[in-house]
């Protein structure tokens, strides 16, 4: 399948106080359209600000500073050749090359973000319809003009706390836009949408508020659907049913899921490749069958080793002893951030960045040492041929 995104070198720093995070260091991804590509990796990896830099959400004081995020997009390549030709090549647009205006116009109908806490992301006063037809609203504005954007790009730019203070009180919603969110709705299984449709967000249960926030999301028909912890807060049924949700709304409308997440047990049952986070990295990533079955990186072993459970209760992985160093004034690229915990670490270890390896399989990579050719050759030999002690 081909490529929908391509992210080369992607660095996004946070600028705070008490100095300077290294939250993502020149990170590389590749997701093929159409895929659940998944991220995983203890909190504090830097997957959800890897997700965030991707759909262009980084606010103050963070900021990319480097790298290239291509997005595979052949009127979108169209539209912006002329003006810019160096963020163009074939159907693919360099999104960190083109104008802000140009970025944020992909909202909601190329790219669009579902939360943990469907909550925040719910005017409380306003009914769940409203704001499932605002969405929609936007988005047909937007295509109805798509050369201007500002409109859209300002209601859409902070979700819909940001659209409802553009419509305090009352609602300009057509007939139609609420015939598509009472269809989106229905779409992901809200029992009853024509009656719900008009309720507010605290009549709705958590797990029904969850579905509610995936409609508005879709409200654009977004080519790149991304899921940051999607079922985190759900108790494990309706964990089940979201994610059940999310794999029947892939396959009907084909779009490509970026899915974050702590826990190994959702990447097996929803993703078709994965990439491990450690420490604002990719340490290795590949087919579920690379990472599951033939995984080389010890940080991919130790979160294995201490997978909770893998119909998904949710629970905290405790993988390794030690927590994901504090990326705070973190100079990367000196040697192996997983050292400190590692079980396998050797000198070479501390004085080298590791770089990315092949392991023969096409599509598995990994950073760490035990990669590098000698040590594949290593772990191709019977598993007698060092001898045994007894
Ligand atoms: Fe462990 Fe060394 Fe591999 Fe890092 S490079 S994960 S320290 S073996
Ligand atoms: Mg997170």
């Given at each position: 399948s081909e490529d929908i995104l391509r992210v080369n070198g992607l660095s996004t720093r946070f600028f705070t106080e008490q100095g300077q995070v290294n939250a993502v260091s020149d990170l590389d991804l590749r997701i093929e359209r159409g895929e659940v590509f998944g991220i995983v990796g203890e909190s504090g990896s830097g997957k959800s600000v890897t997700a965030r830099s991707v759909i262009d959400l980084i606010e103050s004081p963070g900021e990319i500073t480097d790298g290239e995020i291509w997005f595979n997009d052949g009127d979108l390549a169209e539209a912006v050749v002329d003006d810019h030709p160096e963020a163009v090549d074939g159907s693919f647009v360099n999104l960190l090359a083109v104008p802000e205006r140009v970025r944020r116009s992909l909202?909601?109908?190329?790219?669009?973000?579902?939360?943990?806490?469907?909550?925040?992301?719910?005017?409380?006063?306003?009914?769940?319809?409203?704001?499932?037809?605002?969405?929609?609203?936007?988005?047909?504005?937007?295509?109805?003009?798509?050369r201007s954007t500002r409109a859209k790009t300002q209601e859409y730019s902070l979700g819909s706390l940001v659209l409802s203070s553009v419509f305090p009180s009352k609602k300009y919603v057509s007939e139609a836009s609420r015939e598509r969110a009472i269809e989106l709705l229905e779409l992901v299984g809200i029992p009853d949408p024509v009656e719900r449709v008009d309720e507010y967000p605290h009549e709705y249960s958590g797990g029904m508020l969850q579905r509610a926030m995936i409609a508005q999301a879709l409200a654009g028909e977004p080519d790149v659907l991304v899921a940051d912890e999607p079922t985190t807060a759900l108790d494990v049924t309706i964990q089940a049913q979201v994610l059940d949700l999310l794999d029947e709304l892939q396959e009907e409308t084909g779009m490509t899921i970026l899915l974050i997440t702590h826990n190994l047990g959702v990447v097996a049952r929803m993703c078709d490749r994965v990439g491990v986070m450690y420490a604002g990295e990719i340490v290795e990533r590949g087919t579920l069958e690379d990472v599951f079955d033939d995984h080389v990186h010890p940080y991919t072993a130790g979160l294995l080793g201490s997978i909770p459970d893998l119909e998904g209760a949710g629970g905290r992985l405790e993988p390794i002893p030690g927590n994901v160093p504090s990326l705070l004034d973190h100079e990367m690229g000196d040697r192996c951030y997983f050292a400190d915990r590692c079980p396998k670490a050797m000198e070479d270890c501390l004085s080298h960045p590791p770089e990315?390896?092949?392991?023969?399989?096409?599509?598995?990579?990994?950073?760490?040492?035990?990669a590098t050719q000698e040590y594949t050759e290593a772990r191709a030999l019977p598993a007698d041929h060092f001898g045994t002690d007894d």
């Open positions: 909202r909601g109908s190329s790219f669009s973000m579902i939360f943990q806490d469907p909550e925040s992301s719910f005017n409380p006063s306003l009914t769940v319809g409203e704001q499932i037809a605002e969405a929609v609203e936007v988005q047909r504005r937007a295509s109805a003009n798509p990315y390896d092949g392991t023969g399989s096409e599509e598995h990579e990994v950073r760490c040492v035990l």
